[in-house]
């Protein structure tokens, strides 16, 4: 029977822990294909931002089907199908919370293996631009002419302190250190930035190491070795 039938015979919907193994590789395949694509543009002179792309889109959707095949194999609660035939993850993760929002246990998609490259890709770059420190931030204390306050936004110099001034009333002293803030920002964020590439640059290479030791072994569905003696 095709597997698009079994839930018009109203086959339980399911995933085995075996089919969920083998979509965390595929998951875990693509984010290698994204590695191995952006450390070969070092040796093969091509613009891949087209194939980069593809990946990366396709690695999300990989992801998606992974997360909602958890669902499936936690036996997560789901409203009815809308159709016959099987559901897409989308509609898997839509009819669990239609379930939740009727007072099923919520249950939380698991997460490919891949997911834990994230944190390497993703590393926030703390800046200390006192962003966060905005609610405090004073006011300029140069004063117009007539006595009133610019109330222009002081300068912000790094460590949780501001200048006594806006940009344009800065102080020698207050410029440089201003300056010299900036330069440690610009600098701490290229620091993190190489940090990250380096991080990116290792996986790719032992990703490399074990696809040429594939190439060299792994020949148990498709002769590889004869292809290029054509
Ligand atoms: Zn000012």
Known sequence: MPVSDLAATGVEEFATPDGLEVLDQLC???LECL???????????????????GLGAIQHTARSAFRA???????????????????RPKAVFARHHAAVRSGARKVRPREPAAALFDAVIDTAVPIDDGADLKASKPSCTSTTKVGRAYGNSTVYLGSGEFAQHCYSHLTTVERRRFESHR???AALEDHLL??????IARAAGLVRLEWQRKRQTDQAW????TAWQH
């Open 194 to 199: 190489e940090e990250r590439a380096e991080q």
């Open 35 to 53: 590695l191995i694509t952006g450390d070969v543009q070092r040796e093969v002179g091509l613009n891949l931002d087209e194939l980069i792309s």
């Open 28 to 30: 875990l395949t693509l």
């Open 183 to 185: 330069r440690e920002a």
């Open 222 to 225: 498709l002769d590889t070795h």
């Open 69 to 87: 095949a958890s669902l499936l194999n936690q036996r997560a609660e789901m409203e009815a199908a809308w159709g016959d035939y099987l559901s």
